[in-house]
C-alpha cells in the first residue's frame, strides 16, 4: 500500500485504521465524461468521441491536445504503416507537442512507417501565428532524427492527392477569427466579401449547410479542399475535428451534421454546448 493510501486510511502516525475498508465491487456510476461522450456518439453518427475537462480555460488546448494525442496511439498500436493529414492552428500545435513522437515511437515497436502529411501548401514567408503544419512538421522531422529514428516521414501538401494517401486526418474546427481572416488575406481573398460564413476548416469558410463560400478558396489559399475532406469522410476515413473553446461550438455542429468531419476530440463546455443546440 501506497503511503498516501496509508495515511488516507490509517492516519499519519496512527496504529489503527481510521475508517474499516470493505471489499466490495459496486457497479460504478457513469462517468461525467463518458455520458457526453456516447451523447455526442449517438447524436451525430460520429465514429470516435473524446470529450476532456480541462478545468481551467487556459489548459484547454493542451487537455484537447493530450486527448487527441491519444486518440492517435491508440490507432498506431496494430498498425504497421499510417499516413496522418495535419491541419495547424493551436489544437493541432498542442496535438503534437502531446504526442512527443520520438519517445511514442519507443512504444509502437509494429509500427514501420509514419508518414505525416501537411495539409497547407508552404506559404512564402512565416507564419505570423507560429503554428503553421510546416513549421510543425519541420520541428517534428528534426526531433525524431536526432533521436535517430527514421520511421518518421514528413511529406509536404500535394494538392488533391494528398487525400487518397492518408489514414486519418486532424484537423481544427474554427469559428471564422482574426487567423482564418489573415489567411484569407494574405491569399488575396477579402474576408468582408464573404457572407454567411459559420465556420471554418484548414481557414475555409462553410455555410450553415458545410458548404464552402468563395469561389476556389481551398486553390487560392492551397489546402485541401473541404470536398476532399467529405469525401474521406464518406469513405470512412477517420476525420478528427479538434475543438477547445466553446465559441466553436456551433460550427462543429455544422461541420458534424454536412460530413465534414466524422471524429471529436472537445473540451467538455463544447460537447455541453453542442448536446444543447442540437436538442434546442
Known sequence: MSKLLDEAVYGSGAKTPLVQLQVVAP????????????????????????????????WAYPAVGMAAAQLLLDWLQEAERFALGLGGGRALRAFMESLNLPHALARLPRLRQLELWALYRR???????????????????????????????????????TATRLDALFASIGHFDEQDQQVLREAGVNPNALQGVVGTLLSQPFDAKGQPIGERINEQIGVLSLKAMRRLVARGVPVVGLVAIPQRAHPTVVACRNGLVNCLVVERRVAEAMLAESDG
Open 27 to 58: 457497479l460504478p456510476e457513469p462517468m461525467p465524461m463518458l455520458e457526453l461522450e456516447m451523447a455526442l456518439l449517438q447524436k451525430f453518427s460520429l465514429r470516435e468521441a473524446r470529450v476532456v475537462e480541462a478545468g481551467r480555460a487556459e
Open 123 to 161: 506559404p512564402a514567408r512565416k507564419s505570423h501565428w507560429g503554428s503553421g503544419i510546416n513549421d510543425i512538421l519541420d520541428a517534428v522531422a528534426m526531433r525524431c532524427h536526432q533521436f535517430g529514428d527514421q520511421r518518421v516521414q514528413c511529406r509536404p501538401f500535394e494538392g488533391a492527392a
